[in-house]
């Protein structure tokens, strides 16, 4: 069912659906079908919560998906990796910044979370310095 949009369209549209958790290439495959089938494009809009994760997402993305989506709803980019199997990090796309947006942050720790950058040397880097993310904090 995930890969019949006519279908998933449709369970969203009937059972008021809030919330989808997609990763971005799923999202543009939606976004595509709903350009090239006008019956469908108001089906999505109940949805008020997408909490978009597991890929990097580009802004094109979130620009395609934008006319199919009501104002009011909340776009969330966010970030776990797969060794914790958890979302670690949560950024909510402003609408307004958008077009001024080269990327989409992966955004703040969440609660019980802290982020760590380190250089090669595993020592500390400095603020926009590139470096290897590690996560830790109270839920470890």
């Known amino acids: ?38 019956y469908a494009s108001e089906r999505i809009k109940s949805v008020r919560w997408w909490f978009i994760g597991g890929e990097q997402l580009f802004r094109s993305t979130i620009e395609h998906l934008l006319p199919f989506v009501d104002d009011a709803c909340h776009l969330l980019n966010t970030y776990g990796p797969a060794e914790i199997t958890e979302t670690a990090t949560c950024y909510e796309i402003c609408r307004a910044k958008l ?42």
């Open 1 to 38: 069912g995930h890969l019949d949009l006519d279908y998933l369209t449709r369970v969203i549209h009937t059972h008021h659906v809030t919330f989808v958790a997609p990763v971005p290439s799923w999202l543009d495959t939606l976004c595509q079908y709903l350009r090239t089938n006008a």
């Open 99 to 140: 077009p001024e947006m080269i990327s989409i942050p992966i955004g703040q720790p969440l609660a019980g979370y802290d982020l760590y950058f380190f250089d090669d040397y595993q020592q500390p880097v400095m603020p926009n310095q590139t470096g290897e993310m590690v996560i830790g904090g109270k839920i470890f």
